[in-house]
């Protein structure tokens, strides 16, 4: 009943946040972090264009990604899974390139930018290695490295879970946001860990 439980957070949250970038084309003004963002910024192509195609591409990826853990899905419909998956592999590679290129004009300083650069190298390079073991043939392999991939693209909800209780505790936003630059996916991936882990062991049990 717990793992039920939990399963269905992570898809409501997985699929709210995934909606998120929308508020970006609804809002007539600048929304959501892009209040912080200088007006000058906004006259650089290459920057708008990265911070889109992030967004979006990255909104598209938690919106699909955690029904590739599905082996309910995965028994039904293999061809399914496989077609997502390849969505899910082509967004995240697009979205983490676009994300460390819009990492150096993070805000909150040299920190913010180091932490959110760092997360798009680790995204892209899981994601890449789990889709090069499926295509060896390395089933289980594929699906831990997916797990961490999956991990760090939860990032987007988890930096929304911590940032107020940041605020309140450091009474900063720059600080907070330095701070969860980091701390919204170092501890998934510790999670992410976990569970693999965990596979292990019951496959070892099996075997």
């Known amino acids: 009943m717990v793992k039920k439980v939990l399963w269905l957070l992570m ?93 150096f004009y993070a805000s909150g300083g040299v920190p913010a930018k180091l932490g959110f650069m760092t997360l798009s190298c680790v995204w892209f390079c899981t994601t890449v290695m789990g889709y090069i073991r499926i295509k060896n043939g390395q089933v289980e392999q594929h699906k831990n490295l997916m797990i961490y991939s999956y991990a760090c693209c939860f990032a987007a909800v988890t930096l929304r879970l911590w940032m107020p209780l940041l605020i309140k505790i450091f009474g900063d936003f720059g600080t907070a946001y330095s701070v969860v630059a980091w701390w919204c996916w170092v501890p998934n991936l510790a999670v992410a860990y976990l569970l693999t882990r965990k596979r292990a062991v019951a496959i070892s049990v099996e075997y």
């Open 11 to 103: 898809a409501l949250l997985s699929v709210f946040i995934g909606l998120y970038p929308s508020q970006f084309f609804m809002a007539e003004k600048k929304a959501g972090i892009l209040k912080l963002k200088p007006d000058a910024l906004f006259l650089n192509p290459f920057w708008q264009a990265g911070f889109y195609v992030h967004i979006i591409l990255g909104g598209l990826a938690l919106l699909i990604g955690w029904v590739q853990f599905s082996s309910w899905i995965r028994s039904r419909s293999l061809q399914f899974h496989r077609l997502t998956g390849k969505v899910y592999v082509t967004a995240v590679l697009l979205s983490a390139v676009s994300g460390f290129y819009i990492a």
